[in-house]
């Protein structure tokens, strides 16, 4: 290493030690220094650590190349390769091991002098030493040297001591190898294969070579400028690195034909490349004139076989200093640990921190990775916040067949948990919306079904300037009030308010009964009054205070309407218009803004927002006149938009407005799922075609297909496809004759059974299990099942082997061709297959492909393969 730059070598066993090699030996002892100060003399490392110098070795000159002996004793002994060829044996520092002693002085000499490019102790038997010379015509370019040998020749020649320092005893030379290897070539880099200690890996002038010390007449080699730095992944020994220029070339000897991976090519040529002995996978590379050092860690897929795949390459970059590295060495033992040393012998030491890996689970897990550590964030046990999250909601309603009730549509709300008004506001409006729908439908084919569904606002507008008001006597009171004339559109707004039920009766009573029987007393008497019968408001609110379950002041407010007066200066009406705004309940606080109110002025009511929009809008439907019912329901609409209140889809319907309202509650809430089921609902064909809606509903697809709910993405794509039959996608896959090219599902599908004994199809007495053997189309012999070898289109059950279980459980099915086990199933890659159900049980138990000599891994292909869905499947 005279004149170039210098090199950096950890002890194999003392971790606390290093070498730096330039035209001396420098041994260095590292020290912590966190609690301690810096000693004198000692050079800083890092902020937590310092080197001391404690030998140096100046006795080598010449030095090409160091390595160090990998045994525990000698502690120091270290292998130098010099320009003539040499290789001597030195070390740093007293070793007062008698039995070593001889070995320090030792040279190795060839028999023609050239330079020793590399050296390489054996890991196995560590008394051997490969050393890679340059070519030279009649000479080998890898000597293998036994360092016991007591081989001395009787005359040492001229030409191979020309080189040498001073006086060398000739007991200390051996010029004897043990194997010659490489003739008429040049060894550029050496490492030996930790699987066997008689292979060496040699990278030659043209190839690289892997020689086996039993038989040294035969090698293996491939041809690759690569030919530099070889070295063997300390945890994968099968796989090697090497590198040309700036190109690294990563090999596996059991394909040894071509590199596995190439990585990025760097625009100056690489120096040095090392595996991280404490890491799996991970190489380091640095380049001339570079403070940069490039890592790749080398990650590969888990299989449930086992077997190796194709890594995954991530690169990083690290700069341990600003100034150029002229080498770096891993240390042996501490994790992601280097220290590099500059051109000037300035020495750095560095860790490399680990990527951190997160992970968020669909269903809400957290996990990361650093390092060999893997982390859980746990939620606190009173923490519910999880139990809030929407995703979280949406799993929960998946499981629960939320939005899939379309016959009672108002019970999807108690399979959302029934915890929501708005949502059991949604689903009651869209329930009535389906319901009188169907009712219009029936009486007149095509006249107003549709716009039931364009919601309240323009069921409004269609009827404007036809509504006259009239004077309606109260009940129980001597009184008259004004109210609207209900036509049929009114009629109808209030039919979607749920106030009355279908036909042409006004009742409202069969309402109050309903919301008595829930406990809401309060709305009741509310309704009671608006509908002008103040007797049963009080009615009400005394059976709610005697039952036990409402609260017992409602006896007090009852008191309190029962002394209602019409006189406008009457101290009643001054107490109730201040105290009702100190009420709780918003119905009771709006019962008394109605009696204290002027005729026509209603904004006490109107304007409540604790109050359910439907009662509001039922009210406007009955006291307010057209002109004013039109600007409310508009202003009303509005507000609903812009705050994302499901409660308004009542006014927009399924529009491009209710689009926009359901728009900002997803904004909101994120909760597609809601959104997919209410548009698909009973939209037209062009909301449904709106981007945002096909949007939702493919993220609610791919929602479930994240959280392993295939079965139920199923049932939704079925639901979507019932409600918005342009969605429903055409055959994308089928199982076509080799032959004809016919498809035989199909063909069989069309073959009339009438008239023919399933006895034809090789099926007796059984119409539910048929069995087409051949193609219908050409009746050329469909291809046979690899296990049982009897040809698809047979049903499993009755395969010899097939269980009387397993026929009782076929005949209990639907009449179809074919259940799932008796599906045709092949691999894309070697074509072999048959039955699904024979295809599962056999690679539930093996790797290989069931066909003889064939070593395709079908279901190694499938990354989905063995996955399975988390939901449980419900019959």
């Not at 409006?429 to 084919?445: G, I, N, R, V």
């Not at 109050?512 to 009671?528: F, H, I, P, T, Y």
């Not at 075609?689 to 709910?709: M, P, S, T």
Request: with cysteine; aromatic share 8%; proline share 4%.
């Amino acid at each position: 290493m005279s004149g170039s730059k210098p090199d950096i070598l950890w002890a194999p066993h003392q971790v606390d030690r290093f070498v730096v090699c330039d035209s001396e030996l420098s041994l260095y002892h590292v020290e912590s220094t966190v609690n301690s100060e810096l000693k004198a003399g000692s050079l800083r490392l890092s902020e937590d650590s310092a080197a001391t110098l404690l030998s140096i070795n100046s006795e080598t000159p010449y030095m090409k190349c160091v390595a160090w002996y990998l045994s525990y004793d000698p502690e120091c002994l270290l292998a130098v390769g010099q320009a003539n060829g040499r290789v001597v044996l030195t070390s740093l520092g007293q070793d007062h091991n008698s039995k070593f002693r001889d070995l320090i002085g030792k040279e190795f000499v060839p028999k023609h002098a050239r330079q020793c490019n590399t050296l390489a102790w054996n890991p196995v038997d560590n008394n051997w030493l490969a050393a890679g010379l340059d070519k030279h015509r009649a000479d080998f370019s890898v000597l293998i040297w036994d360092i016991c040998s007591k081989y001395t020749p009787d005359i040492v020649p001229m030409e191979k001591v020309r080189l040498s320092v001073g006086e060398t005893e000739t007991s200390l030379l051996v010029t004897k190898p043990l194997y010659e290897l490489g003739q008429n070539d040049a060894c550029l880099s050496l490492c030996w294969l930790p699987r066997d200690q008689k292979l060496l890996l040699a990278g030659m002038h043209r190839n690289l070579a892997i020689f086996d010390l039993r038989n040294t007449s035969q090698k293996m080699f491939v041809n690759t400028k690569a030919v530099q730095g070889v070295t063997v992944d300390p945890y994968f020994h099968d796989r090697v690195a090497s590198f040309y220029e700036g190109q690294v070339a990563i090999w596996d000897l059991r394909k040894f034909e071509k590199p596995v991976l190439t990585l990025t090519e760097q625009p100056k040529p690489l120096t040095k490349v090392a595996w991280c002995p404490t890491r799996t996978g991970l190489l380091a590379t640095l380049t001339r004139d570079s403070n940069i050092i490039r890592l790749y860690d080398m990650q590969h897929t888990p299989t449930p076989i086992g077997d190796e795949t194709e890594p995954t390459i991530i690169e990083r970059s690290v700069q341990p200093c600003d100034n150029y590295i002229a080498s770096f060495a891993w240390h042996p033992t501490s994790q992601n640990r280097m220290i590099v040393v500059t051109p000037n012998r300035t020495m750095s030491d560095f860790t490399v921190f680990e990527r951190i890996s997160l992970a968020w689970s669909p269903i809400t897990s957290l996990m990361w990775a650093c390092g060999r550590h893997l982390y859980e964030c746990a939620e606190e046990e009173n923490d519910n916040s999880l139990e809030k999250d929407i995703a979280t909601k949406m799993r929960l309603r998946a499981l629960s067949r939320y939005g899939l009730d379309t016959e009672q549509v108002w019970r999807n709300h108690i399979l959302a948990g029934n915890e929501d008004p708005q949502l059991k506001s949604l689903w009651y409006t869209l329930h009535f919306m389906k319901q009188y729908t169907e009712d219009m439908d029936q009486k007149s084919p095509g006249n107003k079904g549709s716009l039931v569904y364009a919601g309240i606002k323009s069921i409004v507008k269609s009827s404007l300037g036809m509504v006259e008001s009239s004077r309606h006597n109260w009940s129980g009171l001597d009184k008259q009030s004004d109210i609207q004339n209900l036509n049929e559109e009114r009629i109808l707004a209030l039919q979607l308010c749920g106030w009355i039920k279908k036909g042409t009766d006004v009742d409202v009573g069969p309402f109050l009964n309903s919301l008595v029987q829930e406990g809401e007393w309060e709305r009741a008497a509310a309704v009671a009054l608006f509908n002008l019968d103040i007797r049963r408001a009080i009615q009400i609110l005394n059976e709610g205070a005697s039952s036990g379950k409402g609260d017992l002041n409602l006896n007090v407010v009852a008191m309190a309407l029962s002394g209602y007066t019409d006189e406008k200066n009457s101290l009643w009406r001054e107490m109730c218009g201040t105290l009702r705004l100190q009420l709780n309940n918003p119905y009771l606080c709006i019962m008394f803004a109605f009696l204290t109110s002027e005729a026509g002025s209603y904004d006490g009511v109107l304007y409540e927002n604790k109050v359910a929009v439907r009662d509001r809008v039922a009210f406007a439907c009955k006291f307010l006149s057209d002109s004013q019912l039109n600007r409310y329901i508009e202003k009303l609409t509005n507000e609903m938009k812009e705050a994302g209140n499901l409660e308004g889809i009542l006014l927009t319907g399924l529009t491009k407005d209710g689009v926009d309202l359901m728009e900002s509650y997803v904004d909101r809430t994120g909760d597609v799922q809601t959104a997919s089921y209410c548009m698909l609902q009973g939209s037209p064909l062009d909301v449904l075609k709106d981007e945002r809606v096909q949007y939702w509903i493919e993220n609610y697809r791919n929602l479930l297909d994240a959280w392993r709910f295939w079965h139920k993405r199923a049932e939704f794509d079925i639901h979507r496809s019932k409600l918005d039959p342009s969605s429903k996608p055409l055959a994308q896959v089928f199982v076509s004759c080799n032959f004809c090219g016919k498809s035989i599902s199909y063909s069989c599908s069309t073959v009339p059974h009438q008239g023919r004994g399933f006895s034809q199809y090789g099926v007796s007495g059984s119409p539910t299990k048929s069995k087409v053997t051949s193609c219908p189309g050409c009746r050329k012999p469909l291809p046979r099942c690899a296990l049982c070898l009897i040809n698809m289109g047979t049903p499993v059950s009755s395969c010899p082997g097939g269980s009387k279980s397993d026929e009782k459980v076929d005949l209990s099915k639907d009449k179809k061709l074919a259940q799932f086990n008796n599906w045709f199933t092949w691999c894309h890659n070697c074509r072999h297959g048959g039955h699904a159900g024979h295809m599962l049980s056999w690679f539930r138990d093996h790797a290989e492909c069931p066909v003889s000599a064939c070593t395709c891994k079908c279901m190694q292909l499938d990354t989905t393969g063995n996955l399975v869905p988390a939901e449980t499947v419900q019959p």
